[in-house]
T-cell receptor, first 116, second 112 residues
């Protein structure tokens, strides 16, 4: 099992450009999450999905869109990148919701994004 | 408003001694708490968790203590090893919610 994989590992964008980050998991998890990690800010939830075809907003959703067309994939889109979106992005998945206490979230290795 | 706080950005401990990482929370609805460990250029990995019905959970060298009245939890690592050097995040969730709320992280360095 590959677990949670993220593509690409690193990307440089110019302000105003668009891009899509891909997250894939092979654990048949229902729940998938996108976080960003910034210095001094910890991990902040951008969007999440509770199942195929569903998405919901997290703490910092502005400037991002997501799609979950297939259960194993969760895409994060930046329509018009801004320097404030320079960050490390982590995808995670879990079999049950965070609040059940039974299953933890499994994280991908991260995508480092630099917006100039 | 930061609901989960880790007030110490860094901690340095000698190998073999105890490491104590602290975490405070403000939301009284939180009833499940986790610690994640993160090495550079890798994603966080789950370390240990505790439910609000307990005040202590132990797994090998790692013990998490929960003080609900103080809204405080701590992670004890004993004995500390150089391989424990990493960033540690605490996280919390409330029953029947879909989200984890993470703290800002504490960078632990264990030196020989």
């Amino acid at each position: 099992n590959a677990g949670v994989t993220q593509t690409p590992k690193f990307r440089v964008l110019k302000t105003g450009q668009s891009m899509t980050l891909l997250c894939a998991q092979d654990m048949n998890h229902e729940y998938m999450y996108w976080y960003r990690q910034d210095p001094g800010m910890g991990l902040r939830l951008i969007h999440y999905s509770v199942g195929e075809g569903t998405t919901a907003k997290g703490e910092v959703p502005d400037g991002y869109n997501v799609s979950r067309l297939k259960k194993q994939n969760f895409l994060l889109g930046l329509e018009s990148a801004a320097p404030s979106q320079t960050s490390v992005y982590f995808c995670a998945s879990s079999f049950t919701p965070a609040g059940t206490g039974g299953e933890t979230q499994y994280f991908g290795p991260g995508t480092r994004l630099l917006v100039l | 408003d930061q609901q989960v706080k880790q007030n110490s950005p860094s901690l340095s401990v000698q190998e073999g001694r105890i490491s104590i990482l602290n975490c405070d929370y403000t939301n009284s609805m939180f009833d499940y708490f986790l610690w994640y460990k993160k090495y550079p250029a890798e994603g966080p990995t789950f370390l240990i968790s505790i439910s609000s019905i307990k005040d202590k959970n132990e797994d090998g060298r790692f013990t998490v203590f929960l003080n609900k009245s103080a809204k405080h939890l701590s992670l004890h690592i004993v004995p500390s090893q150089p391989g424990d050097s990493a960033v540690y995040f605490c996280a919390a969730s409330a029953s029947n919610t879909d989200k984890l709320i993470f703290g800002t992280g504490t960078r632990l360095q264990v030196f020989p």
